[in-house]
């Protein structure tokens, strides 16, 4: 980092999922960066964890994005000026084929990955808006691009986060904000894809044993989506990017 001029001095970005995997490594980045970081995350261990170890303007938010109630204390805790939103946070399904899927599963699934990603676009717009300048960065998924990449509730919910993104962008480059997305393939970190269905299971191996491309670390992912977030991607919006080692182009 120490040849790079630093992109976010003086600037604050909303960062959610920041207790681990690639939103924590996109919190690092920041704040290596001279970002204000307000980092959200539904673990407060986790979030202590990085209070701890990771140098710089850091100011942490427990909070369930999944919950109406927690919106506003979020974008309460940027205060007047947020340049940045990074929508990290997101949890899989359990390969669950459509027949097999729980409404309990479904709910959570799309309250975590599309509902609440909406519900804190929605609340950063404004001061975006007064401000005629922001970014937003929503990470999607390999699964945002086939059906062959995760259960049916966590591929409906990423196919939504490319319809969020390219919908906002539509709507709100001409006042200056951009909204992209980053789309995943494997990546080292704590999430958890547990088999919860045998014909998922059954159906869905031979195609996460072939084509998939090796296993990225989060740093690299928090380098893409900083880069969107920078000015240096200023014209850049409605963009779905793969992040994915070329899974994309098999
Ligand atoms: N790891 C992969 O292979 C992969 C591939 C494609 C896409 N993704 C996406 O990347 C994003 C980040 O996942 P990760 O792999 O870093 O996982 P991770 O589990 O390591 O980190 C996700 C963080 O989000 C937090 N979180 C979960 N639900 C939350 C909620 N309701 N409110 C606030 N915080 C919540 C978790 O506590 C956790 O700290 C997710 O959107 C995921 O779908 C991951």
């Given at each position: 980092m120490n040849n790079i001029a630093p992109r976010f001095t003086g600037k604050t970005v909303i960062v959610t999922?920041?207790?681990?995997?690639i939103g924590r490594a996109t919190v690092e980045r920041l704040a290596a960066e001279e970002c204000r970081v307000v980092a959200v995350d539904v673990s407060e261990e986790r979030l202590a964890n990085l209070a701890e170890e990771v140098d710089g303007d850091i100011v942490t938010v427990t909070a369930?994005?999944?919950?109406?109630?927690?919106?506003a204390p979020i974008v309460e805790a940027a205060g007047?000026?947020?340049?940045g939103l990074a929508n990290v946070a997101g949890i899989m399904d359990g390969f669950e084929p459509t027949a097999d899927i729980s409404d309990a599963t479904w709910d959570r699934v799309m309250a975590v990955n599309v509902t609440g990603m909406m519900r804190l676009i929605r609340a950063v717009l404004p001061a975006m808006i007064a401000q005629g300048h922001g970014g937003i960065v929503n990470v999607g998924s390999e699964a945002g691009q086939r059906?062959?990449?995760?259960?049916t509730p966590y591929t409906t919910s990423k196919h939504a986060v490319n319809g969020l993104t390219v919908s906002t962008a539509f709507y709100y480059t001409p006042k200056g904000v951009r909204c992209n997305a980053v789309a995943p393939g494997p990546?080292?970190?704590n999430i958890e894809a547990p088999f919860h269905s045998e014909w998922g299971a059954t159906r869905i191996g031979p195609f996460l044993q072939t084509n998939v491309p090796a296993v990225a670390q989060p740093e690299q992912l928090a380098a893409a989506i900083t880069w969107l977030l920078?000015?240096?991607?200023?014209?850049?919006?409605?963009a779905i990017i793969p992040v994915d080692g070329g899974w994309a182009a098999i």
């Amino acid at each position: 980092m120490n040849n790079i001029a630093p992109r976010f001095t003086g600037k604050t970005v909303i960062v959610t999922g920041a207790g681990s995997g690639i939103g924590r490594a996109t919190v690092e980045r920041l704040a290596a960066e001279e970002c204000r970081v307000v980092a959200v995350d539904v673990s407060e261990e986790r979030l202590a964890n990085l209070a701890e170890e990771v140098d710089g303007d850091i100011v942490t938010v427990t909070a369930d994005i999944a919950d109406p109630a927690a919106i506003a204390p979020i974008v309460e805790a940027a205060g007047d000026r947020i340049d940045g939103l990074a929508n990290v946070a997101g949890i899989m399904d359990g390969f669950e084929p459509t027949a097999d899927i729980s409404d309990a599963t479904w709910d959570r699934v799309m309250a975590v990955n599309v509902t609440g990603m909406m519900r804190l676009i929605r609340a950063v717009l404004p001061a975006m808006i007064a401000q005629g300048h922001g970014g937003i960065v929503n990470v999607g998924s390999e699964a945002g691009q086939r059906g062959s990449a995760a259960g049916t509730p966590y591929t409906t919910s990423k196919h939504a986060v490319n319809g969020l993104t390219v919908s906002t962008a539509f709507y709100y480059t001409p006042k200056g904000v951009r909204c992209n997305a980053v789309a995943p393939g494997p990546v080292a970190t704590n999430i958890e894809a547990p088999f919860h269905s045998e014909w998922g299971a059954t159906r869905i191996g031979p195609f996460l044993q072939t084509n998939v491309p090796a296993v990225a670390q989060p740093e690299q992912l928090a380098a893409a989506i900083t880069w969107l977030l920078s000015d240096e991607a200023s014209n850049v919006s409605g963009a779905i990017i793969p992040v994915d080692g070329g899974w994309a182009a098999i």
